[in-house]
């Protein structure tokens, strides 16, 4: 599998008056683990989605391998055919799973492979029994979404976007709406993920996860990226006190 | 004293007659869905200009009694040198008032799916049209089915009011059927039996579609 690097450079974003990224920098590397941490509201997840150009971006701006996504030229939009072509290669696990509840955990998978990538039935079907089974859910194929546990659904929603062979995965707070024990399964997957050399850009609050699985780690906070370092100088020992104060909050929330 | 045999008899000819009935509110709603659906994107699409006269269809059409369009419509055909029967004229009514009630009920259920349906099929490269066509309008359909159903019973009990211009339906029938059998009572009575039992039909129909698009 070929992985993709992420460049984002000098990148605000306005919401009307509101600005809610401040001149952003960000290399993420090829094949490594990048987790996005901060506080609700610092950023965080509209970056992420400023990624694969879900969002747009007002200023800098974003190349993915050397491309840049959602602009031809400084102000100039991409067409639609393009931003498409980019974005099958992209990956999303979004926070509420966003599985579309008309179709079986299968057909969620097989739609992008039918639509997007034109397999026949039969290969779609096959290719995502595949990657169901990958996420530990080949027995639940026939299911629709509405008959799964959330960790059940966000596991499906991570094969549906494997399925595609993405070279790169965004995820927005994968396990923030999962009840307390069935966030182990789900990053159980996505650490699975990170082993095969994917590159990931993972919004999350999962410290744990951060720590352990992370290559690095940036902390945001009101829009502006304030550090980005290894897990263990982030995390361990940050020496902005913006992050520490976070930091301290987290730790006090946590413990009993 | 009510008369058993005079409610009887009544209900063969109304029964007959309820094929117009019938007919004004399927081809009603066949016409409403269509109008209704074009009036729905011209309310969501980018264009202001097709969203606002979307909005005044609706407004208007809602805001006007049906009966009153009927007269309206009906009495000013001849103006344009047009001689259209009073059946294709009342369907044409029937469903213009209608697409007014379903283009709402679209755009209720499309609005009440969750944008992170949407979001994720544009995330893996899926076009505009296979966004609509694969992820929302299936949903929305099945959203809208019982809303749908009963604007279908609604237009069932509004094809009453052709009876204003001279189409021999149930209760244009049934006034006819009073009048000459001096027997109001009964005769009105078969004919809400009638109407009871078309809506109950109906209904039926309803629950068996949304049991059969259930997830």
Redesign the interface.
């Known amino acids: 599998m070929q992985a993709s690097s992420v460049e984002i450079r000098n990148v605000s974003k306005f919401y009307g008056p509101f600005q809610a990224l401040r001149d952003v920098n960000l290399s993420i590397p090829p094949g490594k683990v990048t987790c996005l941490i901060g506080p609700s509201g610092s950023g965080k997840s509209t970056l992420l989605r400023c990624i694969n150009f879900l969002e747009d971006y007002s200023a800098g701006e974003i190349r993915i391998d050397g491309r840049m996504i959602g602009y031809e030229a400084p102000g100039r939009r991409m067409r639609g055919r393009a931003l498409r072509e980019m974005r099958r290669s992209i990956g999303m696990v979004f926070q509420q799973f966003n599985l579309w509840p008309h179709m079986t955990a299968r057909e969620n998978v097989a739609e992008g492979l039918i639509r997007v990538r034109g397999l026949s039935r039969p290969d779609a079907a096959g290719r995502a029994a595949d990657a169901l089974a990958k996420v530990g859910l080949a027995d639940k194929m026939d299911n629709h979404p509405s008959r799964l546990s959330g960790g059940q659904q966000q596991r499906v929603a991570i094969a549906r976007a494997i399925a595609m062979e993405p070279r790169l995965m965004l995820f927005d707070e994968p396990t923030s709406a999962l009840d307390p024990e069935l966030v182990g399964e789900v990053l159980h997957v996505m650490k699975a993920l990170a082993g095969e050399g994917m590159t990931m850009v993972v919004v999350t609050h999962e410290m744990g996860f951060a720590s352990h699985v992370a290559d690095q780690v940036a902390f945001m906070e009101r829009g502006e990226l304030v550090g980005v370092d290894t897990p263990g100088r982030i995390l361990h020992q940050p020496e902005d006190p913006r992050i520490q104060g976070f930091l301290r909050t987290y730790h006090e929330r946590n413990s009993f | 004293m009510f008369s058993i045999p005079t409610f009887l008899e009544s209900l063969v000819p109304l029964f007959w007659a309820a094929r117009y009935t019938l007919l004004i509110s399927v081809a009603g709603i066949a016409l409403g869905l269509v109008i209704g659906t074009l009036v729905c994107a011209a309310r969501l699409s980018p264009s202001r200009a097709l969203r606002r006269a979307g909005a005044v269809w609706v407004s208007f059409l809602r805001g006007v009694p049906l009966l009153v369009q009927l007269l309206v419509f009906y009495y000013s055909l001849p103006l344009f040198g047009l001689d259209v029967p009073a059946m294709v004229a009342a369907i044409v009514t029937v469903g213009i008032c209608a697409s007014a009630y379903i283009s709402e009920i679209w755009r209720g259920a499309i609005n009440a799916l969750?944008r992170?349906?949407a979001?994720?099929?544009?995330?893996?490269?899926?076009?505009?049209q296979?966004v609509w066509r694969?992820?929302i309008l299936?949903?929305a359909f099945?959203l809208s089915l019982p809303a749908l159903i009963n604007e279908l019973i609604l237009l069932v009990k509004a094809s009453s009011l052709v009876s204003v211009v001279g189409i021999l339906e149930i209760t244009r029938a049934s006034q006819a059927q009073a009048a000459t059998t001096f027997r109001p009572l009964e005769v009105y009575l078969a004919a809400a039996c009638i109407y009871l039992v078309i809506n109950l039909c109906l209904a039926a129909l309803g629950r068996y579609l949304e049991h059969r698009t259930a997830?």
């Open positions: 969750p992170g349906q979001e994720a099929a544009v995330a893996i490269g899926m076009t505009p296979d694969r992820i299936p949903q099945t997830v």
